[in-house]
């Protein structure tokens, strides 16, 4: 049984570029959240996605946005990327939105240049 | 409001001797609390929660952890470190359903053989 799977593993882009994120949730899951990890802090909230619908949304500009597809697969997308997006992006996946059991993907390391 | 102030950002023990990784919540709701373990180049692993029930929580490898609402705690414990209990270890506060997770900035672990 797979659990979370994210891709890429790393990216590296410059200032200015436009950026996608790739996550599959773990089997049996339907909802969607996104985390940025900044070196040495803990994860930060930034969107969940349920019913392929943004449910819930943290302290994040609108050049963070997302999607969720009908297999329940998602995607984060920043543009205008900012040498202060630099971090690991995690994915974690749930049933109905139900905190209770969140899985982790190994995340994305974002390098911005 | 919710957060959770993690009170020692480093702690460092020899091998069979007590862990204590502390955590102080603060939630405007009944909270759910966690604790997750995160090694090196690997994804959030979650090593317990508390969700109402039980005030003593028992987790995965030896860990356990007890919820204090007077003391608005919930510190991690385990009696004997293991060298590969060496890790970041992050406290999480949510509500049980549809909101995010709020963590601390994370305890880092080193056991000394």
């Known amino acids: 049984d797979a659990g979370v799977t994210q891709s890429p593993t790393h990216l590296i882009k410059t200032r200015g570029q436009q950026v996608t994120l790739r996550c599959s949730p773990k089997?049996?899951?339907?909802?969607v959240s996104w985390y940025q990890q900044a070196l040495g802090q803990g994860p930060q909230f930034i969107f969940q996605?349920?019913?392929?619908?943004?449910?819930q949304r943290g302290n994040f500009p609108d050049r963070f946005s997302g999607h969720q597809f009908p297999n329940y697969s998602s995607e984060l997308n920043v543009n205008a990327l900012l040498l202060g997006d630099s971090a690991l992006y995690l994915c974690?996946?749930?049933?109905?939105?139900?905190?209770?059991?969140?899985?982790f993907g190994s995340g994305t390391q974002l390098s911005v240049l | 409001a919710q957060s959770v102030t993690q009170l020692d950002s480093h702690v460092s023990v020899s091998e069979g001797t007590p862990v204590l990784l502390r955590c102080n919540y603060s939630?405007?709701?009944?909270?759910?609390l966690f604790w997750y373990v995160q090694h090196p180049n690997k994804g959030l692993q979650l090593l317990l929660k508390?969700?109402?029930?039980?005030?003593l929580v028992k987790g995965i490898n030896g860990f356990e952890a007890e919820f204090k609402k007077s003391e608005t705690s919930f510190h991690l414990t385990k009696p004997s470190a293991h060298m590969s209990d060496a890790a970041e270890y992050f406290c999480?506060?949510?509500?049980?359903?549809?909101?995010?997770?709020?963590f601390g900035t994370g305890t880092s672990l080193t056991v000394i053989p």
């Open positions: 508390y969700t109402s029930a039980a005030t």
């Open positions: 974690a996946s749930s049933f109905r939105e139900i905190n209770e059991k969140l899985f």
């Open positions: 089997s049996g899951h339907d909802t």
């Open positions: 939630s405007s709701y009944s909270p759910s």
């Open positions: 999480v506060v949510s509500r049980l359903t549809g909101n995010q997770f709020y």
């Open positions: 996605y349920y019913e392929e619908e943004e449910r």
